[in-house]
């Protein structure tokens, strides 16, 4: 029977899956690489299907108090500035059964790290690096922060660049070709016509960016994609404002006043990890970008991570099956998914990009089917329900 967890990561995807475990009776510990808990500055969508599993542990209240409900998600040109299409998300917690959510990064840890270190079941250590050591029919042997330690289950959540998904037989990230320009600024910097209500997608030629509140609307977070290669050292560089600033020549008037307002930019390489690949071997199992980093074309990474860290938990509930089994059962059920996501959010990225050319088609075609029509067919995404 398994009862004593280790959780390599204390991202959104480690975090939840330690809230999750311990609310099902497992004793967990978290090994968090990094001496503090802290995130990338830049905003988060969180949309019903993941949602709903933080509102069932409680977190609801907490969310609601830093995070902005978007009424829509309005798509308007690069160029032109005008609206192509809105699809109404105010119905959102009606329709699925959680509201969709504009959060701060930030907010989001701080209330996951506060309720993992009231938790009596859970242990947090940071500044501890993972490795695993070997594994036998009991258990895993694994070093961390130094020292040898023994669990029944290890769960590699350390990110797409994670060393445990070697361990399970999975290659490297591979570079997608685009990059992601990041910022938040405070709400009144940003001009009067960038809307504060909702999520703007301005759409372009190889490139488009997502604008939306956070911090309950008292900054806006503002994420430019382009398609370029990566040359820098690491995986993310301060950005240079001229560069990108000369990618949105010829933007609409607000939407080039943003980004020139902007000075602070990260940039950041868009790497990805195939959801097909491998996610499990015998005791040890991936959670979140570890198993599937994806574009975040649809928002979708962090989500997918708590959907994983909710089957996971189920899974290893079940009575009847060996640890192992029951990992197994978990990338079973979870691949499926993740790896639809990731393709979902792949196309979505080919219609947010499309040339001149092809670019008036889809926009006649995203008119003609209207908001509500284009988001009902994300139904299968955000009323996600768990299986059993
Ligand atoms: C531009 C952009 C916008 C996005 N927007 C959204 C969005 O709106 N909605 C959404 O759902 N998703 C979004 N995503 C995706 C989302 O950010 C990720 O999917 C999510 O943060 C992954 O969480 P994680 O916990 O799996 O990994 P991470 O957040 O990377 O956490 C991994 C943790 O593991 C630690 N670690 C690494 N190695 C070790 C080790 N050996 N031992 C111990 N600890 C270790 C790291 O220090 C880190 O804290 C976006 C991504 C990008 C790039």
Request: charged letters at 20%; glycine letters at 12%; hydrophobic letters at 45%.
């Amino acid at each position: 029977m398994t009862s004593d967890i280790a959780i390599a990561g204390g991202g959104i995807a480690g975090l939840t899956a330690a809230l999750l475990l311990s609310r099902a009776g497992f004793k967990v510990t978290v090994f968090e690489r990094s001496g503090s808990f802290s995130e990338v500055g830049a905003g988060l969508q969180i949309s019903p299907n993941a949602g709903r599993i933080l509102d069932n542990l409680g977190l609801g209240a907490a969310l609601d108090a830093v995070a902005t409900r978007p009424t829509a998600i309005e798509m308007r040109g690069v160029q032109s500035g005008r609206t192509i299409v809105a699809l109404p998300l105010a119905l959102a917690a009606q329709r699925h059964g959680a509201p969709y959510r504009l959060l701060h990064r930030a907010d989001l840890q701080a209330i996951l790290v506060e309720a993992a270190e009231a938790d009596p079941a859970i242990t947090i250590e940071a500044g501890a690096d993972v490795a695993l050591i070997g594994e036998d029919a009991d258990g895993v042997r694994i070093t961390a922060g130094g020292t040898e330690r023994r669990f029944d289950v290890l769960i590699g959540a350390d990110g797409v660049r994670s060393r445990i998904r070697a361990l399970v037989g999975g290659g490297p990230a591979e570079p997608t070709g685009r990059t992601a320009w990041r910022i938040t600024i405070p709400a009144g910097e940003a001009p009067a016509t960038i809307a504060r209500d909702r999520v703007t997608v301005f759409l372009g030629d190889r490139q488009h960016v997502v604008i939306y509140p956070v911090r309950a609307g008292k900054e806006i977070n503002v994420v430019a994609i382009i398609e370029e290669g990566w040359r820098g050292e690491g995986w993310s560089e301060p950005g240079d404002a001229r560069h990108l600033a000369q990618h949105f020549r010829g933007a609409a008037d607000d939407l080039a006043a943003l980004i020139a307002r902007g000075q602070n930019w990260t940039r950041w390489c868009l790497s990805g990890v195939d959801a097909r690949g491998p996610w499990q071997r015998g005791r040890v199992a991936l959670i979140g970008d570890a198993a599937h980093a994806m574009l975040p074309f649809l928002a979708q990474g962090a989500a997918m991570a708590i959907e994983d860290a909710a089957v996971l938990t189920r899974q290893l509930l079940r009575p009847d099956l060996p640890a192992e089994i029951a990992l197994e059962r978990y990338v079973d059920e979870r691949r499926p998914r993740a790896a639809r996501v990731s393709d979902a959010a792949r196309q979505s990225g080919a219609i947010y990009h499309m040339s001149p050319l092809a670019a008036p088609f889809r926009d006649a075609t995203m008119k003609a089917l209207g908001g509500e029509r284009l988001l009902a067919r994300y139904d299968w995404l955000y009323g996600w329900r768990q299986n059993g």
